[in-house]
C-alpha cells in the first residue's frame, strides 16, 4: 500500500531548482555583471549588499563575512573571548554554535532548551552565569526567535554580552523587532539550504555598535586596515563579489519566500488536524509576539527513526536537526557539562524530524506528506 497520489512524484526536503527557475535571468545577469568587472572579493558587489541588509534589518551595520560559522567566529573575536572564557550556548543546535568559542580557547557551557519551542531557557541561562561568562550565544532555532527579553536582563545584570546566533532566522521577529537587532551583534547564514541562500558559502554580521563594527571589518581581512599592515591577528572571513550579487537578487524576494513558508506551516496545520495526528504529533509553536520564518518545519513524534524511514519508501525527503546534544559529542567529551543531564535536548534529539516547508511546496504535495505520516501511526496503531 502506498500513500503517493496519482500524479504525484517525490517531495525532497528541499527544492532549490522550484526557487532558481523564476529568478534565473536576473541571477546570470548578476554573475554576468560580477564576471565583467573582474572585481571577485568584497568591493562594490558586497558594500551594497551590507547597506541592503542593514537597512532590512533594522540595524545600523551589516557586516558581510564568509559563512555563519566565521560569522559566530569573528563575532566572538571581537569581543575578546579567549582562553578562560566561557560562553553559554544551548546543548542543542548547529555545530558551529559551540565549536567556535572551542576554537577560540574558551570552554562552551551548555545550557538545556525549553521543550516547548526548542530554543535554549532562559532560566538555565540565567543559571550557567559564572564571573568567568563572557558571552552569551541564543539561538533561534528553526526560525522562531528565543526568548530574548528574559535573555537580555539576565545578561545585562551580569554586564555579558549576547551574540544572537540567527543563522536560520532572517527575516523573524521578536515583539516586532528583527532578530539580529536585539543583542551586541547578531549572526546570519547564507548556505545554500536557507530561506536568503548563496550559490556557496556566506554569512552576515549585525551590531549598532560603531567599535565593533570597525573590529569586525579590521578582523575579516586578517586584521589589515590597509595591504600588508597587520594591526591584529584576524582571519580570511571575506566575502566572494559573486556571492553578494547572488544574494542582492534574491534579498527583494525573501518577504514572499518567508510568507510561502508560513502559509504552508498554516497548511500543515490543518492537514495535521484533518488526518486526527494532533494527538500523536507535536507541532512547531508560534507563542504570542514571535514571528516564525520556518527555516525548518520540525515535528516531534514517536518511533521518529522508523517514520523517517516509511516516508523515504514514500520518496519523501525528511532531516534529523539534531541527532546528538552537544553534551553527547565526543569533541566535547573532556568538558564539565559532558557528565550532567540535559533533559530537554535529549528529548529533542530523539524525537524531532524536519519535514519539507519551501516556499514553492505545493498543497498536493503536503497533502502526500501528511496522509503517508498518517498513513505510518494509523497502521501501527492497530
Partial sequence: MTAQAPGIGPVPLLDLAAQYRPIRDEILRAITRVADSQHFILGPEVEALERELAAMLEVTHAVAVSSGTDALLVALMALGIGPGAEVITPDYSFFATASTASRLGATPVFADIDPATSN????????????RTRAIVPVHLF?????????????????????????????????????????????????????????????????????????????????????????????????????????????????????????NADRYRRLFDAHGLTKTVELPVEPPGFTHVYNQFVIRGPRRDDLRTFLGSQGIGTEIYYPLPFHRQGCFAELPDAGRRF???????????????????????????VSSIAQFYHSHSR
Fill in 343 to 369: 533533559p530537554a535536548s535529549d528529548e529533542a534529539a530523539a524525537t524531532s524530524l524536519a519535514l519539507p516547508i519551501y516556499a514553492e511546496l505545493t498543497e498536493a504535495q503536503q497533502e502526500r506528506v
Fill in 120 to 131: 535554549v531557557s532562559p532560566a538555565a541561562v540565567a543559571a550557567a552565569i559564572t564571573p
Fill in 143 to 263: 526560525g522562531l526567535a528565543a526568548d530574548m527579553e528574559a535573555i537580555l536582563d539576565a545578561a545585562g545584570r551580569a554586564g555579558i554580552p549576547v551574540v544572537e546566533d540567527a543563522a536560520q532566522a532572517i527575516g523573524a521577529r521578536y515583539r516586532g523587532r528583527q532578530v539580529g537587532a536585539l543583542g551586541t551583534m547578531g549572526c546570519f547564514s547564507f548556505y545554500p539550504t536557507k530561506t536568503l541562500g548563496a550559490f556557496g558559502e556566506g554569512g552576515l554580521v549585525t551590531t549598532d555598535d560603531d567599535r565593533l563594527a570597525r573590529e569586525l571589518r579590521l578582523l575579516r581581512n586578517h586584521g589589515a586596515e590597509s595591504k600588508y599592515f597587520h594591526a591584529k591577528i584576524g582571519g580570511n572571513f571575506r566575502l566572494d563579489a559573486m556571492q553578494a550579487a547572488v544574494l542582492r537578487v534574491k534579498v527583494p524576494h525573501l518577504p514572499a519566500w518567508i510568507d510561502g513558508r508560513r502559509r
